[in-house]
């Protein structure tokens, strides 16, 4: 394997997350395989193989990338508003890259965030899709949106105000996110119903891909049902940020065998899904927790 091969490798490790961080900045499938496939080739000709962090330095790239899509697409008007709108209604399947990929877009994006994420000016869009669903600091934000830390955080906090008073969206801030599923894996891992049923959704639902079902995991509904299925159970689980989003894994010995995603609004869990099917746990943008 020559270097070109070995670089082509690592990059492909952490194409999952890029695509996942161009396709919230951009919300088209298209525009994000686009941004993706740019950093690539920015990469190959860069020589930039020996950079310690890889993985920040190609985010970067993508954002870049993403951020300058975006202004670009303000200042044309044939490149309406509307199309992109269409595009996320018609919904990621309508894209031509494979359909678990897809599948993996659209259980973390939904089409009433995208709405509102497209009411944004591009630098405020790009802020906080950067800090708030993927963590990444004000001060590595700041040089892509060529503005101060300071300036930076401004941009992703008007952001949050706007987003956050739309009623009905999934919680996009991490911590939040992280505070609810680590107060569920505690009341789990306890065997504490009450608790459990405190953090559920009225109306929420428990979804399972195929495998999970045939390893005798059942779909349910309603918060009692919800909660019966995790009660006392989960020891083994730990914390995982899942394209960006906290979650849970089943990760004996470092391999991911069972994923646990979570929407979160208001506080309370309104949808769980477990997916065990090997194939697409390792097209996920999934990064294991201490916890």
Known sequence: MDEQD???ERFERHRPRLR??????????GEAEDAVQEAWLRLSRSGAGEVENLGGWLTTVVARVSLDMLRSRATRR???W????????AGPAAEATGPEQQAVLADSVGLALLVVLDTLAPAERLAFVLHDMFAVPYDEIAPVVERTPAAARQLASRA????R???GLPETDVVRQREVVDAFLAAARGGDFGALLALLDPEVELSTDAAAALAGVSPAHGPAAVAET??????AAQPALIGGTAGLAWAPGGTPRVVFGFTIRDGRVVAI?????AERIGRLDLELLAG
Do not use: C, I, M
């Open 273 to 277: 899904e477990l997916l065990a099917d």
């Open 78 to 80: 044939e490149d309406s």
């Open 82 to 89: 509307q199309a992109h709108r269409a595009e996320a209604a």
């Open 230 to 235: 995790f009660v006392g159970r989960a020891k």
């Open 6 to 8: 070995l670089l082509a």
């Open 160 to 163: 949050r105000r706007r987003v």
């Open 165 to 167: 008073g739309v009623p």
């Open 20 to 29: 996942a961080v161009a396709y919230r900045v951009l919300g088209s499938t």
